[in-house]
């Protein structure tokens, strides 16, 4: 598995590529906890690249999301294939994470971190 990094103003889009599955959700899990540690106050997960994922990758984002948001930032999920939706979908994530498939409305829901808007 491959992730691309994509800085911008305090933020970063990242762009994994393959299934993060097994080994590579350690990759997977590495990268977000990097950017969180460099005090990005945003992610957004470029899914497009990414026919499956497991529950581990899953759990990756759940901590994502609750470290940004002890931080008053955040997370969003960008381009989801079916089979990513599907899982978003069956454990009910989807109601935690604002999914995209505009990358414009991404960013505006992330760069307005802290202000009362709504998800899409």
Do not use: C
Request: aromatic content about 4%.
């Amino acid at each position: 598995m491959k992730i691309d990094i994509e800085n911008k103003d305090n933020g970063v889009i990242l762009h994994p590529e393959g299934k993060i599955i097994g080994d590579g959700v350690t990759k997977f899990r590495d990268e977000i906890e990097s950017q969180i540690n460099s005090g990005v106050k945003w992610i957004i997960l470029n899914l497009a690249e990414v026919p499956l994922m497991d529950s581990s990758a899953l759990g990756a984002i759940i901590m994502a999301y609750l470290k940004l948001k002890e931080r008053n930032g955040k997370i969003a999920i960008l381009y989801a294939q079916k089979n990513v939706i599907d899982v978003l979908n069956i454990t009910k994530l989807n109601s935690l994470f604002e999914i995209y498939d505009d990358i414009q409305k991404a960013l505006k829901s992330v760069q307005t971190v802290g202000s009362l808007s709504d998800n899409q």
